[in-house]
């Protein structure tokens, strides 16, 4: 994995075609959708819903998948239900359409 991204973080794609090394999944969609377009959309085409659509992946980056982290990390017998529900909530706040 070093070889690729010295980051040594998943995930990472290689574009041979491009000569290129594409880390972190946000900016492989951004770059799949704009070398590799297909019959659906990765990224919407109208600017204010890509923006929101953005706006999502980096909240559930930063936050959601800590939520999910938490939970996993926990045996499920050990883990108190105040934390579960704590990360829950937390994953259903970062995750929620932003008000318009």
């Given amino acids: ?3 690729l991204w010295p980051l040594g973080k998943f995930p990472v794609l290689r574009d041979d075609a491009r000569n290129r090394t594409v880390p ?3 900016i492989i969609i951004e ?3 704009q070398h590799y377009p297909g019959k659906n959309r990765l990224v919407p085409a109208d600017p204010d819903l890509a923006t929101q659509a953005r706006l999502r ?6 936050y959601g998948e800590h939520a999910d982290r938490e939970d996993r990390h926990r045996p499920a017998a050990g883990r108190p239900a ?3 529900h704590a990360a829950s909530r937390r994953r259903g706040r970062c995750c929620a ?3 318009t």
């Fill in 1 to 3: 994995m070093k070889t």
């Fill in 24 to 26: 972190e999944a946000s």
């Fill in 31 to 33: 770059h799949l959708a």
């Fill in 57 to 62: 992946d980096r909240v559930y980056d930063l």
């Fill in 82 to 84: 105040r934390a579960t």
């Fill in 97 to 99: 359409p932003p008000a």
